[in-house]
């Protein structure tokens, strides 16, 4: 019996691409057919370089040539080529490809919408005055993973203080805490509007998006009524199954 015959991937080189003004695309495990003419709409873009006929390209087994990020998300961005309209689907992911892809007038009008806007004009201008924040999002994972093992849900102390005021209680603080206090993690202070509950939003929100089930609450110590209480504390609580 024959084995049907079968043509391995390689590399096509794009010179002769005036040839072949209909390009088939292979983007991620998804099939693109698109014009040369449309690729190039914009000479700064990666599309056009990888396109402009000085490079060599990937290629499938059938020829087309082969991309090697999300398919899912090219689509807006093929969309946007063709039409100049903004697509639909405006979601950080195809805001990352067209970061990618170096397309800077679809850059521009995803930042200019009132989603993105609110995200890197707001949110992001807070979290840059917040001092380590983006490492404390990674402090607290770590603990919620180690303390993960044989159970349902685990948990992670916060101490959030907004002001200088607050941080020179800090050590007061967490000597009220019942538990490990080496693994409470700190945030604060910081110079800007948002309060309190605007952080914890933040935090839970960054955590979600790595694909985490996460919900926090007040951590309130108990230790009778000739101890001073604190309201700097939060739980964060993972639930994992």
């Known amino acids: 019996m024959s084995l049907p015959d079968y043509k391995s991937p390689g590399k096509q080189s794009t010179a002769n691409l005036q040839n072949s003004p209909i390009i088939n695309l292979n983007v ?7 014009s040369l003419s449309t690729l190039r709409k914009y000479p700064s873009s990666k599309l056009a370089e990888m396109f402009s006929g000085q490079s060599s390209l990937k290629t499938d087994a059938e020829g087309r040539y082969f991309i090697d990020r999300d398919g899912t998300h090219f689509k807006p961005i093929l969309e946007f080529l063709r039409s100049q309209r903004v697509p639909s689907d405006t979601g950080q992911e195809v805001y990352k490809e067209a970061l990618f892809y170096n397309i800077e007038p679809l850059v521009k009008q995803l930042e200019d919408s009132p989603e993105r806007f609110g995200e890197v004009v707001g949110r992001q201008q807070f979290l840059a005055r917040v001092p380590n924040y983006r490492e404390n999002i990674e402090v607290i994972i770590r603990i919620a993973r180690a303390e993960a093992v044989a159970a349902r849900q685990s948990s992670v102390i916060v101490c959030v203080l907004k002001t200088e005021e607050d941080s020179t209680r800090y050590q007061d603080a967490v000597n009220s805490l019942d538990g490990d206090k080496e693994s409470v993690v700190r945030f604060g202070p910081w110079k800007a509007t948002p309060a309190v509950l605007d ?19 007040p951590h309130v110590t108990d230790k009778g009524f000739r101890f001073k209480s604190y309201d700097f504390f939060y739980k964060f609580i993972f639930t994992w199954w």
């Open 28 to 34: 991620g495990g998804l099939m693109y057919c698109t």
């Open 199 to 217: 952080l914890l939003d933040c935090v839970k929100m960054d955590i979600e998006a790595r694909g985490y089930n996460i919900t926090y609450q």
